[in-house]
């Protein structure tokens, strides 16, 4: 069974730093792609970014220079680093298996929330 649990979600500061983790089990991850989502309060889930397995990523142009994305196969682990955050990226993040560009990802793990307040 797929399985993704995501981590490393909480509180930060307009213009801080946030790294979420999320671990895949249940599946070869090292030839999977995957890729994060988000769903603010009142708004429709929308994609954030995504990483083939030979590390060819893309971002929504809104976290683009902001949002690094990257992964550890050896460890079945994906990254996602928020830098400059705003209140606009308060939201519940989503790891997916697949779904790179915006697609329909394969699965998706349970979700970490991050909130940006001063």
């Known amino acids: 069974e797929e399985q993704l649990v995501e981590s490393g979600g909480g509180w930060v500061k307009p213009g801080g730093t946030l790294t979420l983790s999320c671990t895949g089990t249940?599946?070869?991850?090292?030839?999977?792609?995957m890729s994060w989502a988000r769903q603010a309060p009142g708004h429709e889930l929308e994609w954030v970014a995504g990483?083939?397995?030979?590390?060819?990523?893309y971002y929504r142009d809104s976290v683009r220079g902001r949002f690094t994305i990257s992964r550890d196969n050896a460890k079945g682990t994906v990254f996602l680093q928020l830098k400059d955050v705003t209140a606009g990226d308060t939201a519940v993040y989503y790891c997916?298996?697949?779904?790179?560009?915006?697609?329909?990802?394969?699965?998706r793990g349970p979700g970490t929330q991050v909130t940006v307040s001063s």
């Open positions: 249940g599946f070869t991850f090292s030839t999977s792609a």
């Open positions: 997916q298996r697949g779904g790179t560009t915006g697609g329909h990802p394969s699965s």
């Open positions: 990483i083939y397995p030979r590390n060819d990523v």
